[in-house]
Nanobody, 115 residues
Framework: QVQLVESGGGLVQAGGSLRLSCAAS??????LGWYRQAPGKQRELVSA???????NYADSVKGRFTISRDNAKNTVYLQMNSLKPEDTAVYYC???????????WGQGTQVTVSS
């Protein structure tokens, strides 16, 4: 059974930092990533990383967020620095199966940035 367990969300002041973690289990994954959804908005890609370490970022987070993964632990991290109130959202871990046919989601973790 595939499970994605997120941790690390919380409340932080603008300019602060948070680190999100997502422990994935149940199968071998190709791309791991983070999406977010703010109230009244569509879910959007924040960042993703392939099993080979290739990364991509939304323009709004480039230079502030860093994604990484530990393949041995099947865990993906999102280091978020210089947080802004507009980063406030529920952040979801996302994983693609090795053959990219299946997509999985975590339960979401709230990130709130106060001004």
């Amino acid at each position: 059974q595939v499970q994605l367990v997120e941790s690390g969300g919380g409340l932080v002041q603008a300019g602060g930092s948070l680190r999100l973690s997502c422990a994935a289990s149940g199968t071998i994954f190709s791309t791991l990533g983070w999406y977010r959804q703010a109230p009244g908005k569509q879910r959007e890609l924040v960042s993703a990383i392939t099993s080979g370490g290739i990364t991509n970022y939304a323009d709004s987070v480039k230079g502030r967020f860093t994604i990484s993964r530990d393949n041995a632990k099947n865990t993906v991290y999102l280091q978020m620095n210089s947080l802004k109130p507009e980063d406030t959202a529920v952040y979801y871990c996302n994983a693609l199966s090795l053959n990219r046919r299946y997509e999985y989601w975590g339960q979401g973790t709230q990130v709130t940035v106060s001004s």
